[in-house]
Nanobody, 128 residues
Framework: DVQLQASGGGLAQAGGSLRLSCTYS????????VGWFRQAPGKEREGVSG????????VYADSVNGRFTISADNARKTVYLQMNNLKVEDTAVYYC?????????????????????WGQGTLVTVSS
């Protein structure tokens, strides 16, 4: 079974930083996209950032571009999201997701998709 375990959420002040981590396992595909979605209270779920396993190409939502950085350690099957210059509107539950079999050419599409596999979510709260 595919499993994703996220950690690193918490409370930060606006302008501060947090780092999320997610370890994943349970699939054999060499090509995949792994990354983060989020859902704020009363809002729809949105893609935040993804990274391709094959060439480490990345994609970011416009709302976080330039503030968030995604990275991955394929050997450790871990993906990270460094969140800097946090804003109150970044408050949300962040979900680690993975799409086995997806190539980097599909990164932009992935950001607006509904990946098959999700972690349990980690809450990020940004105070003003």
């Amino acid at each position: 079974d595919v499993q994703l375990q996220a950690s690193g959420g918490g409370l930060a002040q606006a302008g501060g930083s947090l780092r999320l981590s997610c370890t994943y396992s349970g699939f054999s595909a060499r090509d995949y996209i792994v990354g983060w979605f989020r859902q704020a209270p009363g809002k729809e779920r949105e893609g935040v950032s993804g990274i391709s396993s094959s060439d480490e190409e990345t994609v970011y939502a416009d709302s976080v571009n330039g503030r968030f950085t995604i990275s991955a350690d394929n050997a450790r099957k871990t993906v990270y999201l460094q969140m800097n210059n946090l804003k109150v509107e970044d408050t949300a539950v962040y979900y680690c997701t993975v799409a086995p079999g997806w190539f980097s050419s599909l990164l932009r599409l992935w950001l607006f998709s509904s990946p098959d596999y999700w972690g349990q979510g980690t809450l990020v709260t940004v105070s003003s």
